[in-house]
């Protein structure tokens, strides 16, 4: 079975770089059906989409973070990385990462998503 | 840029039908996506392609769509699908996702 793996800091500066990677087990991260995603939750709001990425390293991002999202592959690891840059405390949120289905021409939605991880910016 | 609309609460009694609408303008041309999160937990799909259920999904748990709004229906509703419901969406490219503001379901 497919399993998410989200790992990196807890506690970041302000102005400084946030950066998480998403390690994918029971299966591969280079399969053709498949996107990979990141997706944040600030405490006790909503979700929000940061970005997404394929295996062949093409990306999309949301453009209210562009500026400041990176979202590469690796897939000798079976891992997806998020650098988000010159964060502030509007940043302090879970960050999950999910994959999503792609078929027929059509999405299929965010079907596995890790357990999230909780990011807090404050100096 | 493009959003979703979902009312912030519902709330039904158990056994009732709990219906939860989300707006948005690309919604004729894209699908929506459903997902609930109970507190503390990931979300999770229940909802694919306006109306599709993912394996594992109760049957209770029903999506349709008509022109800009898209409906999740939960059928019989049972204290345990007491959660937060958010619908998803792409813009009309097909490439940047949404999420709905997500909506409290409250089982009196």
């Known amino acids: 079975q497919l399993q998410l793996q989200e790992s990196g800091p807890g506690l970041v500066k302000p102005s400084e770089t946030l950066s998480l990677t998403c390690t994918v087990s029971?299966?591969?991260?280079?399969?053709?059906?498949?996107?990979w995603g990141w997706i944040r939750q600030p405490p006790g709001k909503g979700l929000e989409w940061i970005g997404t990425i394929y295996y062949s390293g093409s990306t999309y991002y949301n453009p209210s973070l562009k500026s400041r999202v990176t979202i590469s592959v690796d897939t000798s690891k079976n891992q997806f990385s998020l650098k988000l840059s010159s964060v502030t405390a509007a940043d302090t949120a879970v960050y999950y990462c999910a994959r999503l289905g792609y078929s027929n021409n059509w999405w299929v939605g965010m079907d596995v998503w890790g357990q999230g991880t909780t990011v807090t910016v404050s100096s | 840029s493009y959003e979703l609309t979902q009312p912030p609460s519902v709330s039904v009694s158990p056994g009732q039908t709990a219906r939860i609408t989300c707006s948005g303008d690309a919604l004729p041309k894209q699908y929506a996506y459903w997902y609930q999160q109970k507190p503390g937990q990931a979300p999770v799909l229940v909802i694919y392609k306006d109306s599709e259920r993912p394996s594992g999904i109760p049957e209770r748990f029903s999506g349709s769509s008509s022109g800009t709004t898209v409906t999740l229906t939960i059928s019989g509703v049972q204290a345990e699908d007491e959660a937060d419901y958010y619908c998803?969406?792409?813009?009309?490219?097909?490439?940047?996702?949404?999420f709905g503001g997500g909506t409290k379901l409250t089982v009196l």
């Open positions: 029971g299966g591969s991260i280079s399969s053709s059906s498949y996107y």
């Open positions: 998803q969406s792409v813009d009309s490219s097909g490439t940047y996702w949404v």
